[in-house]
Nanobody, 117 residues
């Protein structure tokens, strides 16, 4: 079972920035894919950004040009840099990993991001 520890959420004004971090208990190179989902209040969880082991990235349309996902394999950590934040970015953000060898997806506990207008 992979343990994921998230940090970096908080309250920020619209137009501001935050950086989320997610540190895994296993080397990030062991994951076929890892990234971030979010769940806005009263809505379903949705993909925000993902990073494959080969370095390819996927972003939700709503965050293209504002968010950037990156990984530090030496620290077993994936980051989500969020710029030009909007009130509609308010959500609980969840880190996840997917291991192709086991077919298992693991989730972090979630970190709250609140953007005030």
């Amino acid at each position: 079972q992979v343990q994921l520890a998230e940090s970096g959420g908080g309250l920020v004004q619209a137009g501001g920035s935050l950086r989320l971090s997610c540190t895994a208990s296993l080397n990030t190179l062991s994951f076929g894919r890892m990234g971030w989902y979010r769940q806005p209040p009263g809505k379903q969880r949705e993909l925000v950004a993902a990073l494959t082991s080969g370095g390819d990235t996927v972003y939700a349309h709503a965050v293209v040009g504002r968010f950037a996902i990156s990984r530090d394999n030496a620290k077993n950590t994936v980051y989500l840099q969020m710029n030009s934040l909007k009130p509609e970015d308010t959500a609980v953000y969840y880190c996840y990993t997917f291991r192709a060898s086991t077919g298992l997806t693991s989730w972090g506990q979630g970190t709250q991001v609140t953007v005030s207008s």
